[in-house]
């Protein structure tokens, strides 16, 4: 049982904000993302939980107890560190046994519990190596093994993931996700790697310059997002720019949108904060788009679009294209295909495109 | 072939002066230490001996030198230590604008002439009363230590990484623990190389010595120089002597080579 709580942190760095969040809640048992370019502050987040950053005002909250003046060595959480931080100079089982031999444990516990850490993460063959002698793939498991051997209060990880190869890395993500379900511990993970978020975490803050801009599963960061930022940086996003100009149903939540160059645009928006008038941005990405033919041309949300330009990736084709003067892309499967230049007619999905506020 | 006979020759011809160039000095140092009887018109020594060392052992001047040496080098070790491994652990994890500039001032007194230091504490010393005091070569000795010391072991320092520390922190260990179980096992070659650094500084120290301990202090050093240059020609006992200041210099080489793999010239770990 772990609930993790900030309030009111504060953090900076000089004049730089490194960390401004009023409130932010983890829940039991809940695999929590935060995601943001570097220099984010996602980072100094996690170091706050951990203890090894102090705040500048704010309070640390695990299950309720105060923690902020707490030193890490005394807040029994488990951290993986993106170099890994292994001891170079103890083998595996030292490594794995760090922890429990600080706490004074009986060797004969100490043995049972290393054992029960390396048979989870399959590591049981390379207790006698070194860190040296291991792999990167290696490596990153003698770290997690090290962190959930001490049966902590929440895990903490800190990219554990971006010094390894992108097809390995994409192996460990769901045996970190399984692992993390299996022993039910709170654990917060720092990424600014979108696809490894959406697959890991049950829920994802997204960070920017030291503050959350949004909440949320990841169905909804990637549908709904609130703000521009966010948009932009989950998926493929282009943007169109226009005026609300009309709410066509108010319980649908659809509006017409008038872009700047006069095309209309039907599209979703949060009615909580767009109304008639108000200056938006329509977030359209590749899989909003679908082809129409021209006899479909005078329904709405068909436009002509021109191809710029065509990359074939293999199992789709990926184009640069234009509607009016927006460039946005568009993929089609590999058995369709247009050359650049090529007119062709496309529809934006009404549903998924998202109208919202910039001013 | 031709060629590479005439390659392999120079390959030799060069091997060879600079294996002369640094045998020959020890070569002549040990003929002198241990000759017994060598009529001057003959190239190597009639008989050899320890006659030499027994002489040496009986002058009560010598004597003193070898206390003052012996007990010297380790004390300036462990004073310079004490000082240098707080010292090499701040500039190696707090690289700010002060310890950059520490390093660059600690690394210019390598640099330094001895003597320039030693005028600069000559009246410094007369005004204290210390020029004679046991205790006050000490600090003097260490003045030239401290740079050979403190690179080592900054060095020694900064090949740990920080997140080792961190990752120790949050696995329980308080900050003591912390240099027990981290710092100490990966920088302990370092500290060791360079309180070894101190221990020989000490031994060969000869200028401050002089300027500050002598007369009323003569070590290894001094006592040589007195005996082929002050007073009187006995080159003899002055070999003697510098066998002692040579053995534990050599033990050492040998010692870190065979056992530790350092490289004295790097000091790191």
Redesign the interface.
């Given at each position: 049982m772990t609930v993790i709580v900030l309030e009111n942190i504060l953090k900076k760095y000089g004049k730089v904000v490194a960390a401004d969040i009023p409130y932010l809640e983890i829940k039991d048992g809940e695999f929590f993302g935060l995601l943001g370019p570097s220099g984010s502050g996602k980072t100094t987040t996690l170091r706050i939980i951990?203890?090894?950053t102090k705040p500048d005002r704010g309070r640390v909250l695990l299950d309720g107890e105060d923690i902020t003046n707490v030193?890490?060595?005394?807040?029994?959480?488990?951290?993986v560190?993106q170099?890994w931080?292994l001891?170079?100079?103890l083998t595996v089982f030292e490594n794995i046994a760090?922890?429990l031999r600080?706490?004074k444990l009986p060797e004969d516990e100490i043995r049972k519990r290393v054992k029960w850490a390396a048979e989870l993460l399959q590591i049981d063959n390379l207790l006698e190596r070194y860190p040296y002698q291991l792999s990167g793939g290696q490596q990153q498991r003698v770290a997690v093994a090290?962190a959930i051997v001490?049966y902590p209060r929440a895990l903490?990880f800190d990219e554990p993931l971006s010094n390894l190869d992108a097809k390995l890395r994409e192996q460990v993500r769901f045996e970190l996700r399984k692992l993390q379900k299996e022993l039910k511990i709170t654990s917060v993970y720092v990424t600014h790697d979108q696809a490894e978020a959406f697959a890991i975490c049950d829920r994802i803050a997204i960070m920017n310059f030291g503050k959350i801009e949004q909440v949320g599963a990841p169905e909804e960061i990637y549908s709904r997002p609130k703000t521009k930022f966010v948009a932009e940086f989950i998926g493929i996003t282009r943007f169109i720019d226009g005026k609300v100009e009309e709410i066509i149903d108010r319980s649908k939540g659809l509006v017409k949108v008038v872009s700047e160059d006069g095309l209309e645009i039907i599209s979703w928006a949060d009615l909580d904060r767009v109304d008639k008038g108000k200056k938006v941005s329509v977030v359209v990405r590749p899989d909003y788009i679908s082809l129409a033919s021209k006899s479909s041309s005078r329904e709405p949300n068909v436009f002509k679009a021109i191809v710029d330009m065509a990359t074939y990736v293999g199992d789709i084709v990926d184009y640069e294209i234009r509607v009016g003067k927006w460039r946005l892309r568009f993929r089609t499967p590999p058995t369709i295909r247009f050359g650049s230049g090529e007119e062709i007619y496309v529809k934006l999905d009404e549903n998924k495109l998202i109208a919202i506020p910039t001013a | 072939m031709e060629r590479e006979k005439k390659q392999k020759l120079w390959d030799a011809i060069i091997i060879s002066i600079v294996m002369i160039y640094i045998l020959l000095p020890m070569f002549v140092l040990f003929e002198y230490a241990f000759a017994e009887v060598w009529y001057a018109y003959q190239l190597f020594p009639v008989k050899l001996g320890l006659k030499w060392f027994s002489w040496v052992f009986k002058h009560h001047d010598t004597r003193m030198a070898f206390f003052y040496s012996y007990t010297l080098a380790p004390l300036v070790m462990l004073a310079t230590l004490a000082l240098c491994i707080p010292a090499g652990y701040v500039l190696a994890t707090r690289r700010n604008r002060l310890s950059i500039l520490t390093e660059n001032l600690v690394n210019m007194n390598m640099a330094l002439p001895v003597i320039v230091i030693g005028i600069g504490l000559l009246p410094l010393y007369t005004r204290l009363g210390l020029v004679g005091n046991y205790w006050a070569l000490i600090p003097a000795h260490m003045i030239g230590a401290i740079p050979y010391t403190l690179r080592s072991i900054t060095a020694a320092f900064m090949q740990v990484?920080k997140?080792?520390e961190?990752?120790?922190?949050?696995?329980?260990?308080?900050r003591l623990?912390v240099i027990r179980?981290?710092y100490m096992?990966?920088t302990w070659r370092g500290i060791l190389a360079g309180g070894i650094f101190a221990f020989s500084w000490s031994l060969n120290e000869f200028i401050l010595t002089l300027l500050l301990g002598a007369p009323a202090i003569k070590t290894l050093p001094i006592s040589i120089y007195e005996y082929v240059g002050g007073y009187y020609l006995t080159p003899q006992p002055a070999a003697a002597l510098s066998i002692f200041i040579l053995l534990p210099s050599i033990l050492v080489a040998i010692l870190f080579e065979r056992y530790l793999q350092v490289s004295l010239g790097l000091g790191g770990s």
């Open positions: 951990a203890g090894l030193p890490p060595e005394k807040r029994n959480l488990g951290m560190f170099s931080a001891f170079p100079h760090f922890g600080l706490r090290r001490l903490l | 990484p997140d080792l961190e990752a120790a922190r949050v696995l329980g260990a308080t623990q179980k981290v096992p990966l």
